[in-house]
């Protein structure tokens, strides 16, 4: 064993020993990496970029770790305390990272539970109690319960990510709180190892014995020395997070802890943010999953009003109220914005609402509930608002209304510009009578900073969500301060409690004291020594914190920058400052990006961890498969921006781009643009990536495979020419084998079949340029590569689909005859040969802006290769023509959708016969991120009889050459595993649509099935 590094940690400030581990880091890190490596079964990851991507959480902080571990087992934790403790170097538990105030940030080594240590240890349906490891996710929990009829109701709204480990560290608080309470009221018992790896059985104190009892004892004394203090000092409200639970012997919550009175252990680590115990598992109380839900939404002039309100509405119920959650003007108007949602939010008012209060009943049935809402709407009718209640009872609008309500905030965090919305007050609970002055006179705080808040959340428990606008690599830091003192006098002011939902971390530390007076945060100190006496546990945390506004510590520190680079596409629109009141933002390309906007469109993520899920949508098919940091849109979007300011291994920006270490991170994205669309920020990881490669191929050089695949719209036209030639890869045994070792293509995998006869050099032209210009019903047909030369009958049938509908088709070509066919350039942009794909774009601009002008659509069929033209071409350079091309570049379904909605296809629907075969539907991943997979059901609901299922499934893992890569081909086929082949496998009598080419050689590989592309199943229905 190694001897013990001179880290005096005990009793130093945060700051100094942030400094000290950094210091000593390299020294340390080699021979904890080395103990930990031989040691444990864990992953060890010492690395730069893996520590950069564990230096943050969905807090302003950054501090680098030491190492990261990932134990496998909770054995495995148990040595890397003991090495750790030995070596003196400090432990920073982490579940999913989503921390909002800096709780997983630290210079120790941090240790992830959430990859493996995921298992539910027991269920107990009829105690209604779950034993589960921390590293299990709040959502993937719930799945599993469902069964029983139960549920883990403290519902976080990041529950596709939470771990119950980092819920355990928060306490953290659901929607529904005023229903369930928060954590601290929903665990019963916790199993922890202390620093000096005793393992702690924490549950009923009556019952406890050995170290636990102890701890309990000494946690008493300390309570009962402190009684008056804490009379006078703690606050009485339910949301009180902050601190230690000193209270669990001296009850001052408005809920209690238990049902029965009684003091309960574990309770004590609930909140401790992992400066206690390393928790190995938690008991869970469980409850009943309600069977009903009502909903009414009350409509208020003014947002006074309806915080005054609130005080009144939590005393109807009778015990059935299970959610008051606000909406203010700003989200409505975010939500009216958007075509998605502004259907549902219209639905949900009456007239120009100030704020709306959304009210949730739940209970046994509907018909229990409905005296509720009757009783709410009487309600408002005593506090003279008559007839301001709109009543929900169908499930479908309610879930609606909670979506909605989310993707507000989304939208809000989607801010351009180095101003964003900080949290930092953002969870300050105080008592319902007092919320409406609060709300009013904090808003007053802001306007005297020059920024405004937008209001939302948990009205119920008095903890609404706010977020003022602030610049963090400017002067943010002293006016998150002044804002911070003059939130907290107000909080006193209504004795409230400053840490109401999401903890204390760096961001907060500093306020216990301010909170509890010196005498209790003298006792959480005491706490923290009993239990920790080396300080190993998250240093630095709840006792000795650092200052909240101390630079050093946040992501955008003194000294940050970025250094300039020459970006390959245009990132202009994210390069633009943002006024912190209005909102509006500069013009593109004026915000002082040195990186041209690149960098800009990076730090859009704030680590939030939305990528982390699993639930429906795109986003992230490569940390679905792998669950690691480095593979999930937040690891590489983190690692793009520590080598965009130069953070990774001290390498300067235009090497750190182009490093293998980038490359690592990036390799398994798929580029299916999931996160485009999922992710709240609005990362494209898919852009980015196509803009990595251009710096690392200009660089590192092309190899065959790249020129293969890039150039392949090229070579077409006369490789199949030599079709049967090119064939016998895949007929001759050992060629495919060759062919790995020459181009990389996994000799697993078949390749599209060449053919001498193709769409473009043998199928029925259609109308002329002129024709189609002066038709009354035109259309321009865009034919993409791969149906054009390997499934031309796509193409065919598309054609045969739209004539039989009465169109006059066009068969879009080149403007300049060279044998060649157009090209959107995405198989350039695929492998980072951008300047090739702009030229192959200013060739469709040439060809198809004369119809776009018109007016004309221009229909694909490939959904990668025609959103192209709605997406990448507009980064290139292209201006105005570009954006006119976009604005008429439609997929068929798309196409045929909107013509059937305007009553124009009557003439195609008299011609379809009925189909009577079930029909599975596989959306492509680029038509998921456009929303166009639902165009796709309802064309396919034109045919009699069509009743199409979609399936819920992310990217196919094919992504276009991805899956073909030898060096991706296990990771393509757990994509594929994770939803759509089986769900192909469940229905053998099914005729599966996919319009993507590899999504349809992805079934055929995975599943031996033949899917079709939309176009074929419309052609074959046709009569003749
Ligand atoms: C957009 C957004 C919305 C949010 N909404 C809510 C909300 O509705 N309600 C709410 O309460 N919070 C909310 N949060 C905060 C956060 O998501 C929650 O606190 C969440 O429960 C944290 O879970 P996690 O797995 O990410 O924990 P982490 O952030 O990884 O860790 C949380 C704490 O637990 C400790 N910890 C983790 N595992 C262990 C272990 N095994 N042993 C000991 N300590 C451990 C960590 O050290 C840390 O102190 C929100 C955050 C974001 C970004
Ligand atoms: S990439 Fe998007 S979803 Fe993921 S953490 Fe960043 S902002 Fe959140
Ligand atoms: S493009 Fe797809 S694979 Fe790549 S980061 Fe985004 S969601 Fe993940």
Redesign the pocket.
């Known amino acids: 064993m190694s001897a013990a590094l001179p880290l005096t940690l005990t009793g130093d400030t945060a700051a100094h020993a942030y400094d000290s581990v950094a210091r000593i880091s390299n020294e340390v890190a080699g021979r904890l990496a080395a103990r930990l490596a031989s040691e444990t079964q864990g992953e060890v990851l010492f690395s730069a970029p893996d520590r950069g991507r564990y230096a943050t ?2 807090s302003i902080y950054q501090v680098t770790p030491v190492g990261v571990f990932v134990p496998r087992s909770a054995p495995d934790v148990k040595t890397a305390l003991d090495i750790c403790r030995d070596m003196g170097v400090p432990m ?9 105030c800096g ?2 940030v630290g210079t120790g080594l941090v240790v992830d ?2 990859k493996h240590l995921r298992n539910i240890i027991d269920v107990d349906a009829v105690e209604r109690t779950a034993e589960v490891e ?1 590293g299990i996710v709040l959502d993937h929990l719930n799945a599993a319960l469902k069964k029983h009829g139960l549920w883990y109701p403290v519902d ?3 529950s596709a ?3 119950l ?3 355990a ?2 306490n ?4 529904r709180s005023i229903a369930y309470g928060n954590m601290v009221h929903n665990v019963l018992g916790a199993q922890a190892w202390t620093s000096a790896s005793q393992l702690l059985q924490l549950g009923s104190y009556a019952t406890s014995s050995g170290k636990a009892r102890e701890l309990g004892n000494y946690v008493r004394s300390l309570a009962e020395e402190l009684h008056p203090a804490i009379k006078q000092m703690w606050p009485k409200v339910m949301r009180r997070v902050g601190g230690y639970n000193l209270d669990i012997f001296d009850p001052q919550s408005e809920r209690p802890y238990t049902s029965d009175g009684s003091v309960n252990l574990a309770h004590l680590l609930i909140g401790s ?2 400066t206690l115990a ?2 190995k598992s938690l008991t869970l109380r469980l409850s009943e999953l309600p069977r009903a839900k009502v909903l009414g939404v009350v409509n208020f002039p003014t947002f006074y009003r309806a915080m005054d309100a609130a005080q009144h509405i939590v005393k109807i119920g009778d015990g059935t109220l299970t959610a008051v959650e606000l909406v203010d003007r700003t989200m409505i108007d975010l939500s009216l914005q958007n075509p998605a949602f502004a259907p549902t939010i219209r639905s949900a008012l009456i007239d120009q609402p100030a704020a709306i209060l959304l009210v949730e009943f739940s209970g046994a049935s509907k018909a229990e509930l409905l005296p509720k809402l009757k009783r709410l709407g009487e309600l408002m009718g005593d506090l003279l608002l008559p007839n301001s209640v709109v009543e929900m009872t169908d499930d479908a609008p309610q879930k609606n209304l909670w979506e909605v309500r989310k993707a507000g905030l989304n939208i809000m965090m989607s801010l351009k510009g180095d101003g964003k919305p900080v949290s930092f007050i953002e969870d300050c609970a105080v008592p319902l009578e007092h919320l409406a002055e609060y709300t009013d006179a904090l808003t007053e705080v802001f306007r005297k900073y020059g920024s405004k808040g937008t209001w939302y959340a948990h009205a119920s428990v008095g903890t609404l969500h706010v977020r003022p606008i602030l610049d963090m690599r400017r002067e943010g830091a002293p006016k998150m301060r002044a804002i911070a003192e003059e939130a907290s006098e107000l909080v006193r002011k209504f004795k409230g409690a400053y840490s109401g ?3 204390d971390g760096l961001c907060r530390g500093e306020w216990i004291e301010w909170q509890f007076g010196p005498k209790i945060n003298e006792a959480f100190a005491k706490i923290k020594q009993v239990m920790d006496p080396i300080n190993l546990l ?1 240093p630095g945390r709840m006792v000795n914190p650092p200052k909240m506004d101390d630079t050093r510590l946040m992501r955008f520190a003194p000294g940050y920058k970025v250094i300039p680079i020459q970006t390959a596409l245009d990132w202009r629109v994210w390069d633009v400052q943002n006024d912190p009141v209005t909102e509006q933002t500069s013009a593109p390309g004026s915000g002082g990006d040195p990186a041209q906007g690149f960098a800009k469109a990076v730090e859009m993520c704030n680590n ?2 939305h990528c982390r899920k699993f639930d429906a949508g795109t986003m992230c098919p490569s940390y679905r498969v792998t669950r690691d940091e480095k593979h999930l849109t937040r690891g590489r979007a983190n690692t793009l921006r520590l080598a965009l300011s130069g953070q990774l291994s001290g390498l300067d920006a235009a090497d750190a781009l182009a490093s293998e270490e980038v490359k690592d991170a990036l390799d398994l994205c798929v580029g299916c643009k999931g996160c485009k669309r999922d992710c709240p920020t609005g990362v494209d990881m898919a852009k980015m990536k196509v803009e990595f490669l251009h710096h690392y191929k200009a660089r590192h050089g092309y190899t065959l495979r790249d020129k293969l695949v890039a150039r392949l719209p090229d070579y077409a036209h006369w490789a199949s020419r030599l079709a049967p030639f090119l064939n016998l890869r895949d007929k001759i045994p050992g060629l495919a084998a060759l062919s790995e070792k020459l181009t990389g293509f996994s000799a697993r995998r078949t390749l599209p079949q060449w053919k001498t006869q193709t769409f473009f050099n043998t199928a029925p032209r259609g109308a002329t340029r002129a024709e189609v210009l002066a038709a009354s019903k035109p259309v321009v047909l865009f034919v993409d590569t791969f149906n054009g030369t390997f499934e031309s009958h796509n193409a065919t049938s598309a054609l045969k689909v739209l004539q039989a509908a009465g169109y006059t088709v066009h068969v879009a070509t080149k403007t300049i005859a060279d044998g060649k066919h157009l090209c959107c350039g995405r198989t350039y942009l695929a492998s980072g040969m951008v300047e090739e794909a702009k030229a192959k774009a200013r060739e469709v601009v040439d060809a198809l802006l004369p119809f776009a002008e018109k007016g004309i659509s221009i229909v694909g069929l490939e959904p990668s290769c025609l959103l192209t033209l709605r997406d990448e071409m507009l980064v290139m350079g292209l201006g105005e023509d570009a954006h006119t091309i976009s604005q008429h570049a439609l997929l068929l379904e798309e196409f045929l959708a909107r013509e059937a909605v305007a009553g124009k296809l009557e003439e195609l629907k008299g011609k379809l016969q009925a189909v009577d075969q079930p029909i599975l539907l596989h959306g492509h991943c680029h038509q998921k991120a456009f929303g166009a997979v639902s165009p796709i059901m309802e064309v396919l609901k034109l045919i009699p009889g069509a009743k199409p299922a979609l399936i819920e499934s992310s990217c196919c893992g094919m992504a276009g050459s991805f899956g073909y890569e030898s060096s991706h081909y296990e990771v393509s086929m757990q994509m594929a595993e994770l939803s759509l082949l089986p769900a192909v496998r469940q229905q053998p009598d099914a005729i599966v649509v996919a319009d993507g080419t590899s999504c349809r050689h992805q079934i055929r590989d995975g599943a031996q099935r033949e899917a079709v592309h939309v176009a074929v199943l419309l052609a074959q229905q046709l009569r003749a």
Not at 92 to 100: L, N
Not at 172 to 175: A, E, F, L, P, T
């Open positions: 959480d969905a920073v538990p982490r579940g999913a990272g989503t921390s909002q709780q997983t539970y959430a921390p976080v709204s990041t990510q939470a771990t480990g980092g819920m560290g928060n953290s608080c659901g929607s943010e992992g390393l928790t939902e999401h903890g998250s939030n961890g």
